[in-house]
């Protein structure tokens, strides 16, 4: 007997081995997450549970970067007692969601989430009938259904999340098949292509315990949407999330209305913003009937007028965003009530002919949020101000127990104070486009956490602090547009994490130093109309790899192209114009990957959305304007080269970037002809080739660039018949 259960032991402990080495061949696992995978103990194996039989497997990615890779084994299959299944925030590169999880007849629990899955997904999982959460939330890889019946079988479906997979095929029905699952407590449809809703009005008629209800990003079809919720079922409504998409003001008026009857008393999130169709509407009185409101988002729409005095009474208010409207009122008073306020932002932002002070009182608010920009708030502010037990004094506000502080594009003057590194919790100072002038203080430096430093467009001076030493979380640094003399302080090259290093327009003097090379993540650097001397670093090609924006234009810059710059992969915005560079335009730069890849051009502009408390706004020369891009900049393509001493030919190569869409060779002392294959260029929108020595005719293929807005070839050195065949092409 004793030689049976020990033959039995071991026989258990060899199946659960080789099961635990089946289930992992096929899986990537570069960081040894599954390290603990060994042997027939299956409570010592890292993300799996059992009790007597496993039935929990979480491999989700916890840290962000350690993820799992690979494909899904069907071995998986083994575990016939698994109710909870999490593969979330891994990278699967985009297989399919695999078929065989719908035979887990016991599962309670999938959530497969930003594991970056693709393909379809497979129908099956809607016979899962005892699984009560399903998180599917896409990210880069597009996963979509042929129809939308998947719901209809998940009886016990408490939590739905869709995100970002497509619906498109299915936006008849998609409103049916939820209403079939009387259970559900949470539905999230964000970014599923949605256009349109069914034409019938009992759309959430069996939907009575539905808490939250998200169909952000979907771009409906219709302005409409009062009538699509048979509101009165609705009555325990938490949390309604309907930001971008097409309803308008007159939509989102009618459906406020209509919510503040049945929802008046349960809904705590009410997310509006960026639905700016339509206009000469007023925020709706009605706003103030839902008393339990604690954050409230009508941000980026088309209302103006005043303030409804009815918001007063949202006393429970933790956060408030009216950004980007055109609201017309003083800052109401009433404000000061809102005892939980931790989030105000652009109470009045957005009105262009609204002119105010800034009450003493706002800065007693123990707010962690604060975004007044774009406003015309001017004029110094109370020399004493006092918040909680401590009391600052200055021009300038200090920003006390607040994390992020905007006060941007303002009229703002005065000195900012020098013990503003007391505010020891701010992550985000953002101050640009206001009158400060003064130096920057040095106390900056000690504010630990600030991860973002926004001082641009003022009439600050001085030299850039030296002993900023404690700021290792910055990961953007705007000090452009300011009187600032000097270099460069040695503490910038120790900030391993610094994104974005924006410098331009100041008065800073010297050769780049080479401790800048230890910052390897920049992709953004940008130090314009300076006046730095000396070569362009080689470094700036082999260490700073990450680099998508390199702007040195309007220095002294001397020497040739670095060859270097060409391994710049990652790189769509080069401008060396304005400087003494001297040599020829190098053949490789041709070949950066970025400007020849359409494809890799819009996965570089998704993954540039990253950080909204940073918007990498640049002022480019474009068509001979200077002209100003915020969200749209990843898309800007250009090499901007003028005003130089370049020689030689235009090389061949650089007609491989057919994504460039701005090409400044002008001004230089180039020779010979244009490229025969320009016509390759087919993103070129603006071409300059004027003030040079170039001679011969204009190649034919030129006339099939369809996109040109702008082109100077300086006629005079070229064929004037070539010319006015391609201009009566056009």
């Not at 498109?168 to 079939?180: E, G, P």
């Not at 208010?317 to 105000?344: A, G, V």
């Not at 104070?417 to 000690?446: C, F, Q, R, T, Y």
């Not at 819009?602 to 891009?629: N, R, W």
Request: with cysteine; charged share 15%.
């Amino acid at each position: 007997m004793t030689n049976s259960k020990t033959t039995l032991i071991l026989l258990i402990a060899f199946l659960l081995s080789l099961f635990c080495e089946l289930l992992k061949h096929g899986l990537k696992d570069p960081f040894g997450r599954l390290s603990s995978w060994v042997g027939a103990d299956c409570c010592k194996w890292r993300g799996v549970n059992q009790t007597g039989n496993v039935v929990k497997v979480d491999l989700k990615n916890r840290d962000g970067f350690s993820y799992l890779g690979g494909e899904i084994s069907e071995s998986l299959l083994d575990l016939k007692h698994l109710n909870y299944l999490d593969l979330s925030l891994n990278d699967l590169q985009g297989i399919p969601i695999p078929d065989f999880l719908a035979s887990f007849e016991r599962l309670k629990h999938l959530n497969l989430s930003y594991a970056e899955f693709g393909g379809m997904v497979p129908p099956h999982l809607g016979n899962l009938s005892q699984l009560s959460y399903l998180d599917l939330h896409g990210v880069e890889y597009e996963t979509r259904v042929s129809n939308f019946n998947l719901p209809s079988g998940l009886s016990s479906l408490k939590y739905l999340d869709l995100g970002k997979v497509n619906l498109s095929k299915a936006s008849t029905n998609w409103m049916q098949a939820v209403n079939m699952i009387p259970s559900l407590l949470e539905l999230h449809l964000s970014s599923c292509e949605i256009s349109g809703f069914p034409h019938y009005s009992n759309s959430f008629v069996n939907l009575t315990s539905l808490l939250v209800i998200d169909l952000s990003y979907n771009n409906f079809n219709t302005t409409l949407l009062g009538w699509l919720f048979n509101i009165t079922t609705l009555g325990n409504l938490v949390n309604l999330d309907l930001t971008n998409n097409n309803i308008g003001s007159e939509g989102i008026i009618e459906l406020v209305n209509g919510l503040s009857v049945w929802c008046n008393n349960s809904l705590e999130e009410l997310h509006l913003g960026h639905n700016g169709l339509g206009g000469g509407h007023q925020l709706p009185d009605s706003l103030g009937n839902f008393y339990n409101l604690r954050s409230l988002d009508l941000s980026f729409n088309s209302f103006d007028g005043p303030l409804p005095n009815s918001i007063q009474h949202l006393t429970n208010l933790k956060s408030l965003d009216l950004s980007t409207n055109s609201i017309s009122s003083p800052i109401p008073t009433w404000i000061r009530n809102f005892l939980q306020m931790k989030s105000l932002l652009g109470i009045i932002s957005g009105s262009k002919n609204h002119h105010d002070t800034i009450p003493e009182w706002l800065w007693k608010l123990d707010i962690n949020w604060l975004y007044l920009s774009r406003n015309q708030l001017y004029g110094k502010l109370p020399n004493s101000l006092s918040f909680s037990s401590i009391t600052y004094y200055g021009d300038f506000p200090c920003c006390f127990n607040v994390t992020w502080f905007f006060l941007g594009n303002n009229l703002l003057s005065g000195p900012i104070p020098s013990n503003i590194g007391d505010s020891s919790s701010l992550e985000v100072l953002h101050v640009s486009g206001n009158l400060l002038n003064g130096s920057i203080p040095a106390s900056i430096g000690k504010i630990k956490y600030l991860s973002v430093i926004d001082l641009s467009n003022n009439q600050l001076s001085g030299k850039i602090p030296k002993k900023w030493n404690n700021l290792n979380q910055l990961y953007a640094i705007d000090l452009s547009k300011n009187k600032l003399s000097g270099g460069i302080p040695s503490w910038m090259c120790s900030i391993s994490s610094l994104w974005h290093l924006i410098l331009g327009e100041n008065n800073l003097t010297g050769e780049l130093s080479s401790c800048l090379q230890n910052c390897t993540e920049l992709y953004s650097l940008d130090l314009r109309n300076n006046r730095f001397s000396g070569e362009i670093p080689k470094w700036i090609g082999e260490r700073m790899s990450s680099l998508k924006q390199l702007r040195l234009r309007g220095n002294m810059f001397t020497g040739d192209i670095r060859l270097q710059l060409c391994r710049l992969s990652h790189l769509h915005i080069l401008d060396l114009a304005v400087n003494n560079l001297s040599g020829s335009i190098l053949q490789c730069l041709g070949y950066l990957i970025t400007l020849t890849s359409m494809a890799l051009l819009q996965i570089e502009f998704d993954e540039d959305m990253t950080y909204a408390s940073y918007s990498g706004h640049m002022e480019l020369v474009l068509k001979g304007q200077y002209m100003v891009f915020e969200s749209i900049l990843p898309g800007v393509n250009l090499i901007d080269l003028p005003s130089n001493n370049l020689w030689g030919e235009i090389q061949d190569g650089i007609t491989n970037l057919s994504t460039l869409s701005t090409l400044n060779l002008s001004r230089n002392q180039l020779i010979g002809k244009i490229p025969e294959n320009i016509g390759g260029m087919q993103g070129l929108e603006t071409l300059e080739l004027s003030c040079n020595f170039l001679s011969g005719p204009i190649p034919p293929n030129m006339s099939s660039i369809t996109s040109f807005s702008h082109l100077n070839l300086e006629p005079k050195t070229l064929w004037a018949s070539t010319i006015n065949q391609l201009l009566q092409s056009k």
